[in-house]
């Protein structure tokens, strides 16, 4: 993604993967709260949540751009990536019930 969108001012290219990867997450987790709470959903649930989307996305980075940005630009940043993140989420949730 670093290749083909812009980082200067604004890191779309992180910005990007985390909101595909809160999508993913919020599909993922409305998929697995439909079956049985049992050892194996929940095993399902780790490696798809937290290995699969915790390895496309990127807190580290998220930080260092915020950390490296003007200040106006990395509270922009900080304020949108958690709202977009939360509609990305609740998005991939209601596509996942359709």
């Given at each position: 993604m670093g290749h083909w969108l812009p980082?200067?001012?604004f890191a779309w290219s992180t910005f990007t993967v985390n909101m595909l990867g809160a999508f993913l997450l919020g599909g993922i987790v409305e998929a697995l709260s439909r079956r049985p709470d049992d050892e194996?959903?929940?095993r399902i649930r780790l490696l798809l949540g937290t290995g699969f989307c915790g390895g496309l996305t990127t807190y580290s980075a998220f930080a260092?751009?915020?950390h490296d940005a003007p200040p106006a630009v990395g509270a922009l940043y900080a304020g949108a990536t958690v709202l977009v993140g939360l509609v990305a989420a609740l998005?991939?949730?209601?596509?996942?019930?359709?």
């Open positions: 980082h200067s001012p194996r959903h929940r260092l751009d915020i998005a991939g949730a209601a596509v996942m019930r359709r």
